[in-house]
């Protein structure tokens, strides 16, 4: 069973960054691809960033130029480099799988930006 756990989150003020990480479980980390969700209260969760096996990455449009996900294989570790943080990013940030339609989840981690 796959697990994936997340960690970096906290309470950071406006224009600041956090990283994320997210340490999964398992041999095969290198071939899959990797998301970072978010869900703020009274909101649905969305995609924030996506990067494949090949590193190809995707963004949302509410965090392109500020934030960053990139993946270390070596370490079966995601990354997401959040900077230029504003209000709006304040969420519970979880990391992603999909492998043959099941989907794994971490457990989150609380990102807070205020002054």
């Known amino acids: 069973q796959l697990q994936l756990v997340e960690s970096g989150g906290g309470l950071v003020q406006p224009g600041g960054s956090l990283r994320l990480s997210c340490a999964a479980s398992?041999?095969?980390?290198?071939?899959?691809?990797m998301n970072w969700y978010r869900q703020a209260p009274g909101k649905q969760r969305e995609l924030v960033a996506h990067?494949?096996?090949?590193?190809?990455?995707l963004y949302a449009d509410s965090v392109k130029g500020r934030f960053t996900i990139s993946r270390d294989n070596a370490k079966n570790t995601v990354y997401l480099q959040m900077n230029s943080l504003k209000p709006e990013d304040t969420a519970v940030y979880y990391c992603?799988?999909?492998?043959?339609?099941?989907?794994?989840w971490g457990q989150g981690t609380q990102v807070t930006v205020s002054s």
């Open positions: 990067i494949n096996s090949g590193s190809t990455t």
């Open positions: 398992g041999s095969f980390f290198s071939t899959y691809a």
């Open positions: 992603n799988t999909v492998i043959s339609g099941s989907y794994y």
